[in-house]
């Protein structure tokens, strides 16, 4: 396993923030050349934004896996929280230290790491293998649909092993099946051509800085309901299969309250499986970030003539991104709010896979003795991505795994996974495309 | 006058940023060695926080004229604004440039520079001058004000001339009677101990950004009303006379739209008069920054542990800081922001000179032949500073004036004065100074 360790640390110390248009190219370089030296036959296919790695090896049945992975990174900062520095992959117990090496560089590597055991061993592939590893998730897959569109008989396949997932905080291998969508904006003000002293400005002067809390704060109500008009509309409850899986799925109360120092959560909620659906059944609106004026220590007399704020809408089927802009200038123009700016930073509606698709019975199978506790399926996590676009064009199930457990700390500081971990993810897809032959 | 420049560059190539405690002590030495240059015993005196340096020498009269002055300056950022560094004063068109050249060092050197004629032509000080000079004007005079109540007879006079001033966007000298009070403080909201994945904690996570747009979204309405309990019960209309000097004060407007390009002004007022009073007799409430989670490029999904706002409220007379802060906590913990840290980081009252004390006659009346217009009177002025302190330990009027200009930009990026107008201001102060001789 050392060298996949070394392998993954090359991919780790290339930083690659798509945010930050930061390593981008030189990234993707590095992944066409693991995947070539599987013997794979790669392309990198242009986009319009971060070009995809699409890599495929025939093997010996006719089924075809699809891996998908992306080699972009959230951005680091803040850096002075890290331990040890973000793009410098370091080794403490037994853990690997660097931005993306949870989301999602060490999961692809795992996976590179069990087609080279199934090669030393069997000299072939098991079954077709194609990558698609883009570079463009954490900023919303902002050019990924048109590409998956225009190249559907390129990318087809049988079975989707998505890029995320590892074992929750029990230690217990989780498969997942579905994603929140996204929508995520900035909103920006401008109030002056300059600053102003707040002496001078202050009674008579416009402020970006209020203008933009007072047009955030009718967004989202302090109980928590977010006021778009018909944001709610097309928001599904869960399936009574969905619970029932969720109620298997374990109590997450007292991991959270530690963690994050959290004296409860919001609404009151403290039932296991309300909580549970909450966290993701539920669309949110987030302040991501709020930029304006003056930040440094003590005081500043400053008016700002500019302000800012990233702010995230997690989405469940069947809202979509362009209904939730819609959605955004009507209710901020409606409100007197012309003047806040919406610039869309990406997003994607969501998606979710049949828990009863033979695909998922598969990847449970392939899961038994790799780890020390028996499977547990979750029907849909908070996070995002692009899984919408790959049910509706290629039509495959999608099935989320890989390295992590609930201390990677993926998208903020001191990102890690388990080397313990690591390694049985990549037994686990070993497995997968050893069932795969006779799928 | 090429050496005053000269010695005014040196000042302002020393940073001396209080809020940001840089350069404080290495200035305060400059300060003492430029009044002892001119004969004058100084001290450095401790206060708890930046030291003041008190410079006094003895003149033929009996009056005693005490000029306040600051060498602290407000911080340099956003330094990517500037067109040459803001310590590095550069002169460009008659301009010097610098962080601190109009706001105050200027204005002090300006006032050794009339001292040095009088004493080159005289031989001795037509008055008993004092020089006052802080190092924390910047943040709130936060120490000044048991340094005056301890030090009475010390700095005891007949007539103070405050730090800044000059000629307004008509090229007219203005003599400025007072200032507003302010109440300066940053508001802090921590609901985690790290931040968390916005996908992770969208739905069930409390979001320390929300929790500081939802407080602050209470404390001033869009319509501009300012809604802590009791604020505007002491606030106290302009006088008759006052009125009268505000109306004789050029109309503001166009400069305004021109220079900050503004389309209008709060509350719809478009009357000069009216617009001057709503100016610096109405007290503000102005978020002055805001900082919380991601503010780089582009989209990072995370919701933040950790939110703050500067907020600085300015006070008009009987309006008192520790009054503001009391009705603040009670507002905050009233509408369910008992969350809501504040933290306090300076403030005065306001104070206000009688336009019809003897003092602001001498002042009037040794501008006649200085400026090519006549002087106009400001009652008051919508900035801060430590005046009622002097005006209640010390029991002197108060007359503010200087070498700035329209153009200046005080608290801002390039800021600036006109040689020909730092002429003028020291011509202006050694002829109060002759006038000081038979006070």
Partial sequence: ????????????????????????????????????????????????GSPVVFG?????????LISYNHY??????????????????????????????SDNKGNFTARLHAIDAILDREGELPCNVKFIVEGEEEIGS??????????????????????????????????????RGICYVELRVRTAIRDVHSGTGGSIFPNAAWRLVWALSTLKDPYENILLPGFYDSVIPPTPREK?????????????????????????????LELAIQAV??????????????????????????????????????????????????????????DIEIVYLGGNPGAKTDPDH????????????????????????????????????????IISNGANDADSRAHAP???????LYAKAAKHFARILMLMRDY
Wanted: charged share 25%; net charge negative.
């Fill in 142 to 179: 902002v050019n990924l649909e048109p590409f998956v569109k225009a190249n559907k008989d390129l990318l087809a396949g049988d079975v989707c092993v998505w890029e995320v997932g590892g074992v929750d905080h029990e230690n217990a291998p989780i498969q997942m099946l579905g994603l």
């Fill in 358 to 397: 033979p695909a998922v019975g598969l990847a449970v199978r392939a899961a038994e003795d790799v780890y020390d506790k028996p499977t547990r399926i979750n029907p849909m996590i908070g996070g995002s991505g692009p899984n919408f676009m790959f049910q509706e064009y290629l039509g495959v199930p």
């Fill in 56 to 64: 495929e090896r025939k093997g010996q049945g006719d089924a075809t």
């Fill in 281 to 338: 059944y539920q669309p949110t609106c987030t302040i991501c970030g709020l930029n304006s004026g003056y930040q440094g220590e003590g005081s500043k007399t400053v008016l700002p003539a500019e302000a800012s704020a990233k702010v995230d809408f997690r989405l469940v089927p069947d809202q979509r991104p362009q209904q939730v802009l819609a959605q955004l200038r009507e209710h901020l123009d409606a409100h007197g709010f012309s």
């Fill in 1 to 48: 396993m050392g060298e996949s360790v070394d392998e993954l640390s090359r991919l780790l110390a290339q930083p690659s923030v798509a945010a930050q248009n930061l390593g981008i190219e030189e990234c993707a370089e590095l992944v066409a050349g693991a995947l070539k030296a599987r013997g794979f036959s790669v392309s990198i296919m242009p986009t319009g």
């Fill in 244 to 272: 029932e899986l969720l109620a298997q799925l374990p109590d997450m109360r007292a991991h959270y309250r530690e963690v994050y120092g959290l004296e409860g959560f919001l609404k009151g909620v403290d039932d296991p």
């Fill in 414 to 420: 001191n990102e890690s996974i388990s080397l313990d």
């Fill in 72 to 101: 972009d990174v959230q951005p680091a900062e803040p850096l002075e929280l890290w331990d040890s520095p973000p793009f410098e992959p370091t080794l403490r117990d037994g853990r690997l230290y660097a931005r993306g090496v």
